[in-house]
């Protein structure tokens, strides 16, 4: 059973465009989502999260949209870069699971030039 | 930035052969995890300590997988014997409690032949 899932598998984007990458879930008990960014060869670096007592964060370029009542999250990148190409996941954590991470399947994005 | 370290970066071996995986965490960070990421998918938590005691192990296949982390700093995963299945990166991750955003290092690569 995929606890969290992530949409859409890949994604291309015009060089100021902006991205967009939905995740939804199951588990209620869920109170921690972060978004994670991993190029080729590397591990995922932690890029932004957010609480379900709010329901935006933004740093920067990126910010997360939360809506608890359906269960669903995502992640916008405005003014998207090449730099940004990389995977993108999604994750979910619960304390009562002792802070187990359950990821999505990921999001392939390339941003075109 | 402190990182999480991980080595090899790279381990190609025969099936049936043994494998051994080291990770030194980001210092003074309590816990520590173990992830398998299969090419495409999001990463699976194997197994998660607090300092040297095991919080979860409850997907580690024990058959044939072992993982220790015997002064609560650094850690060892093992497969023995490695199945073609295996193949996949393996990832160590941080953080500083239970709870806290996780860290990831850059993982090895394992390839069954």
């Known amino acids: 059973q995929q606890q969290v899932k992530q949409s859409p598998q890949s994604l291309i984007v015009q060089k100021g465009g902006i991205s967009i990458i939905n995740c939804a879930y199951e588990n209620t008990a869920f109170d921690y989502f972060p978004w994670y960014q991993q190029f080729p060869g590397k591990g995922p670096a932690l890029l932004i999260a957010i609480r379900p007592d709010v329901s935006e964060k933004k740093e920067g370029r990126f910010t997360i949209s939360f809506n608890k009542s359906a269960k669903q999250f995502s992640l916008h990148i405005m003014d998207s870069q090449p730099g940004d190409s990389a995977t993108y996941f999604c994750?979910?954590?619960?304390?009562?699971?002792?802070?187990?991470?359950?990821f999505g399947k990921g999001t392939l994005l390339t941003v075109n030039p | 930035e402190a990182e999480v370290a991980q080595s090899p970066r790279y381990k190609i071996t025969e099936k049936s052969q043994a494998v051994a995986f080291w990770c030194d965490p980001i210092s003074g960070h309590a816990t520590l995890y173990w992830y398998r990421q299969i090419l495409g998918q999001g990463p699976e938590l194997l197994v998660q300590f607090q300092d040297e005691s095991v919080v979860d192990d409850s997907q580690l296949p024990k058959d044939r997988f072992s993982a220790e982390r015997l002064k609560g700093v650094d850690s060892t995963l093992k497969i023995q014997p490695a199945e073609l299945g295996d193949s996949a990166m393996y990832l160590c991750?941080?953080?500083?409690?239970?709870?806290?955003?996780?860290?990831f290092g850059d993982g090895t690569r394992l390839s069954i032949l």
């Open positions: 991750a941080s953080s500083q409690e239970l709870g806290q955003p996780q860290h």
């Open positions: 994750a979910a954590e619960s304390g009562g699971s002792n802070y187990k991470l359950t």
